[in-house]
């Protein structure tokens, strides 16, 4: 393994503001590949010297994102630490002290910042999120059943006869029709363009973002580089993620829908109006009044509109959900602020999708994980889950919550702007339900082989 001394020399030679593509792992700045099979497997660590030896073992199999389709793998595999897995595998007491505290503390910890409250308490939360004993998430992602098995079976060898680390967590998903996401909305449409990255841009998708917003080693919206975590090999094109499991009450989205509408045409105009796009992905502010599949279908199409020609709201509400976690250009004075709230989002769906027209729940789990991914979690997306997705202060919209991932107890209200009178909806019930989460550290490659040549450099 190379030796701290010879990465720094090669992060030297580097050019300081060229991002690094082929140190940065692909799930960071590529889209998953589309129709998509996948795995999460979560592992826990109990000796730290087997814990090195599989990351040596898996390190060959990291996608990069320049060359994702690693020869040796028919899949893609990334992989992310919590802050227990650092400790876990022995990171110098230094280097875990220099991690941000949110880090440190974990989602759990950070409840009452981000409103997991009531059912999304992380009391209620499954094993093994919530507890110490999250510490690799492996993200898995492939084309067919097949490939996924052959992915599987690597990451299986990279702890073959070592008994001092488990599989303590799996979960299968996988693309649903068309796309969608279980409330059958197409997803993945937006995200925001890292400058450098060298990913295809549509147009629609904004401004170039500064690279070190998204992947430390760079300058981010203010001029600023990341100084932490400790040492520099570490953090160079590292980043962090918020790993989310929710489950997506699908039927109790679908029969309140019809109890506030009096068609089938005017439920889907609410349910627009919730999430601010038809479920075929055209955007409320381009097709007011009915939808308009072709613009949904088309990238190049689906994302070129502004706030600016919608400054009541009256297309698209204030209050949905993606006005609120992506203004765009909708808070005036606050551009610049826009650009340092976002972060890059990975979601799948697992789960079986509920068959269209039922409005009694069949007990099935179901919904979508995201991986949320940015280098400053608190001003991303804790920020963005606080204040824009769980309160209402920022649109003057009181303690409204965002009528998708608000959750209400029956209690929730969604403010529909329209003229002459606006319409409010009430009692708003949950239709999402967090199962689950933890913030993890996604280091470049280079970190890795670092990480995983520890006992030479720590005998
Ligand atoms: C089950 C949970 C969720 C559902 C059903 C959902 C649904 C959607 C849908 C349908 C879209 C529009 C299509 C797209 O661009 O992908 C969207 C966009 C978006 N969502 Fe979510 N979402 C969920 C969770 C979250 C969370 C937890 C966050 C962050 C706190 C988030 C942030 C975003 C962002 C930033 C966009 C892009 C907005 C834009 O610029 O158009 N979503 N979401």
């Given at each position: 393994m190379a030796s701290e001394a010879q990465i720094g020399a090669n992060i030297q030679a580097a050019d300081v503001f060229k991002l690094e593509v082929s140190d940065v792992q692909a799930t960071v700045l590529r889209p998953r590949p589309r129709p998509y099979k996948g795995e999460y497997v979560i592992l826990r660590i109990d000796e730290a010297t087997q814990g090195r030896e599989m990351l040596r073992?898996?390190?060959?199999?990291?996608?990069?994102?320049?060359?994702?389709?690693?020869?040796?793998?028919?899949?893609?595999?990334?992989?992310?630490?919590?802050?227990?897995?650092?400790?876990?595998?022995?990171?110098?007491?230094?280097?875990?002290?220099?991690f941000h505290k949110e880090f440190r503390e974990g989602m759990a910890a950070r409840a009452a910042v981000?409103?997991?409250?009531?059912?999304?308490?992380?009391?209620?939360w499954e094993y093994p999120f919530g507890t110490e004993d999250m510490h690799v998430a492996l993200a898995i992602y492939s084309k067919d059943d097949k490939s996924l098995e052959t992915v599987l079976e690597r990451a299986r060898q990279s702890h073959h006869q070592l008994p001092g680390i488990s599989v303590v967590y799996r979960l299968k998903f996988s693309e649903l029709p068309e796309?969608?996401?279980?409330?059958?909305?197409?997803?993945?449409?937006?995200?925001?363009?890292?400058?450098?990255?060298?990913?295809?841009?549509?147009?629609?998708?904004?401004?170039?973002?500064?690279p070190g917003e998204f992947i430390m080693g760079y300058p981010d919206e203010l001029g600023e580089t990341a100084n932490s975590p400790e040492p520099a090999v570490l953090r160079r094109n590292g980043t962090f993620l918020a790993f989310r499991k929710f489950h997506t009450r699908v039927a109790a989205f679908r029969k309140y829908l019809s109890e506030q509408a009096s068609s089938p045409e005017e439920e889907e105009l609410l349910a627009a109006k919730m999430v601010g796009r038809w479920r075929s992905g055209a955007p409320l502010v381009l097709a007011p009044e009915r939808d308009d599949p072709k613009l949904g279908a088309d990238?190049?199409?689906?994302?070129?509109?502004?706030?600016?020609?919608?400054?009541?709201?009256?297309?698209c509400p204030f209050s949905s959900h993606i006005r609120r976690v992506n203004p765009r250009d909708a808070l005036k004075n606050d551009l610049v602020a826009t650009n340092l709230h976002y972060f890059l989002r990975r979601g799948t769906n697992y789960g079986p999708p509920l068959p269209a027209g039922v409005l009694e729940d069949d007990g099935a789990e179901r919904g979508g994980v995201f991986l949320l991914i940015g280098a400053h979690l608190q001003r991303q997306f804790e920020f963005v889950q606080s204040q824009w997705v769980a309160d209402?202060?920022?649109?003057?919209?009181?303690?409204?919550?965002?009528?998708?991932?608000?959750?209400?107890?029956?209690?929730?209200?969604?403010?529909?702007?329209?003229?002459?009178?606006?319409?409010?909806?009430?009692?708003?019930p949950q239709f999402v339900t967090v199962r689950g989460g933890e913030y993890c550290f996604m280091p470049g490659l280079r970190a890795l082989k670092w990480m995983a040549g520890l006992d030479a450099e720590h005998p």
């Amino acid at each position: 393994m190379a030796s701290e001394a010879q990465i720094g020399a090669n992060i030297q030679a580097a050019d300081v503001f060229k991002l690094e593509v082929s140190d940065v792992q692909a799930t960071v700045l590529r889209p998953r590949p589309r129709p998509y099979k996948g795995e999460y497997v979560i592992l826990r660590i109990d000796e730290a010297t087997q814990g090195r030896e599989m990351l040596r073992r898996l390190i060959p199999h990291v996608a990069p994102a320049d060359d994702w389709w690693v020869p040796s793998l028919p899949g893609w595999l990334g992989i992310a630490f919590t802050y227990q897995g650092l400790k876990a595998l022995g990171l110098p007491q230094a280097s875990l002290e220099s991690f941000h505290k949110e880090f440190r503390e974990g989602m759990a910890a950070r409840a009452a910042v981000l409103n997991d409250v009531g059912d999304n308490d992380p009391s209620n939360w499954e094993y093994p999120f919530g507890t110490e004993d999250m510490h690799v998430a492996l993200a898995i992602y492939s084309k067919d059943d097949k490939s996924l098995e052959t992915v599987l079976e690597r990451a299986r060898q990279s702890h073959h006869q070592l008994p001092g680390i488990s599989v303590v967590y799996r979960l299968k998903f996988s693309e649903l029709p068309e796309g969608r996401n279980p409330f059958g909305f197409k997803d993945g449409l937006h995200n925001p363009h890292v400058e450098g990255s060298g990913v295809p841009v549509h147009a629609g998708y904004g401004t170039a973002i500064k690279p070190g917003e998204f992947i430390m080693g760079y300058p981010d919206e203010l001029g600023e580089t990341a100084n932490s975590p400790e040492p520099a090999v570490l953090r160079r094109n590292g980043t962090f993620l918020a790993f989310r499991k929710f489950h997506t009450r699908v039927a109790a989205f679908r029969k309140y829908l019809s109890e506030q509408a009096s068609s089938p045409e005017e439920e889907e105009l609410l349910a627009a109006k919730m999430v601010g796009r038809w479920r075929s992905g055209a955007p409320l502010v381009l097709a007011p009044e009915r939808d308009d599949p072709k613009l949904g279908a088309d990238p190049n199409r689906n994302n070129v509109f502004s706030y600016d020609d919608d400054t009541r709201g009256l297309k698209c509400p204030f209050s949905s959900h993606i006005r609120r976690v992506n203004p765009r250009d909708a808070l005036k004075n606050d551009l610049v602020a826009t650009n340092l709230h976002y972060f890059l989002r990975r979601g799948t769906n697992y789960g079986p999708p509920l068959p269209a027209g039922v409005l009694e729940d069949d007990g099935a789990e179901r919904g979508g994980v995201f991986l949320l991914i940015g280098a400053h979690l608190q001003r991303q997306f804790e920020f963005v889950q606080s204040q824009w997705v769980a309160d209402g202060n920022f649109i003057n919209h009181g303690t409204e919550q965002d009528p998708i991932l608000g959750n209400n107890q029956a209690d929730g209200v969604f403010t529909i702007p329209k003229h002459p009178l606006r319409r409010r909806l009430h009692g708003l019930p949950q239709f999402v339900t967090v199962r689950g989460g933890e913030y993890c550290f996604m280091p470049g490659l280079r970190a890795l082989k670092w990480m995983a040549g520890l006992d030479a450099e720590h005998p």
